[in-house]
Every structure is written in structure tokens, then in C-alpha cells.
């Protein structure tokens, strides 16, 4: 069983930028493909970015792959969402999660979810 914590969400203006952190608990991080969600008022929940077990894989939305890196510390068991040039459109709880497939999953078929942060971008 995995337990993940989510912070480093907050208000900030278009054009900056966020650091996200997801800590780990109660299993082997190193074992779990992680992933990043995020879901905005109204809408459905959508993929942001995920790493392989090791961190060498990383794959992204099209969309973001330019603004956003997610990277991992598996000695800190945390996963990271580097977000920069943020716009309102990227406003919207963020959801890390945790899976033991291989490779990079970017369905929402993650077995573990934290309870999200928020990020909000005022314009």
C-alpha cells in the first residue's frame, strides 16, 4: 500500500511557475511508475506527465511537454512536476499517482492517488 502527499500548489500569476512535490510512503518507491493529473472545474481529469521506475522514461500531453518536466528522487521517494510559463487555463487540482507497471502509464489506471493540490493562475 502507497500513501502519497501531494504540496507545492498555490496562486500565482500567468507567466509563472510552480514546483510540485509528491512524497511517498508505505511501499517500495522505486517500484511505481508515477504520474501527474490534474483536473479543472467542470472538466474531466486528464494526463499530464509520467516517469518509468527509474526516471529514465518520461513521457508528457502534448500540449505541455514545452512548459512542464516531471522528474523523480527515488532516495527522497518524490516525484516532481516542474511547471513553468503558467497560464489560467492550467488552473486546476493536481493529482499525483502511483502504479507497478513498466514503463510510462498515461491512462488513469494508477492503482494509488493522493488528494491533489491546487494550483490556481490568475490572469
Known amino acids: 500500500q502507497v500513501q502519497l502527499v501531494e504540496s507545492g500548489g498555490g496562486l500565482v500569476q500567468t507567466g509563472g511557475s510552480l514546483r510540485l512535490s509528491c512524497a511517498a510512503s508505505g511501499g517500495t518507491f522505486s517500484n511505481y511508475v508515477m504520474g501527474w493529473f490534474r483536473q479543472a472545474p467542470g472538466k474531466e481529469r486528464e494526463f499530464v506527465a509520467a516517469v518509468s521506475r527509474s526516471g529514465g522514461s518520461t513521457t508528457y500531453a502534448d500540449s505541455l511537454k514545452d512548459r512542464f518536466t516531471i522528474s523523480r528522487d527515488n532516495a527522497k521517494k518524490t516525484v516532481y512536476l516542474q511547471m513553468n510559463s503558467l497560464e489560467p487555463e492550467d488552473t486546476a487540482v493536481y493529482y499525483c499517482?502511483?502504479?507497478?507497471?513498466?514503463?510510462?502509464?498515461?491512462?488513469?489506471?494508477?492503482?494509488?492517488w493522493g488528494q491533489g493540490t491546487q494550483v490556481t493562475v490568475s490572469s
Open positions: 499517482a502511483a502504479d507497478p507497471s513498466r514503463g510510462v502509464l498515461t491512462s488513469d489506471d494508477y492503482d494509488y
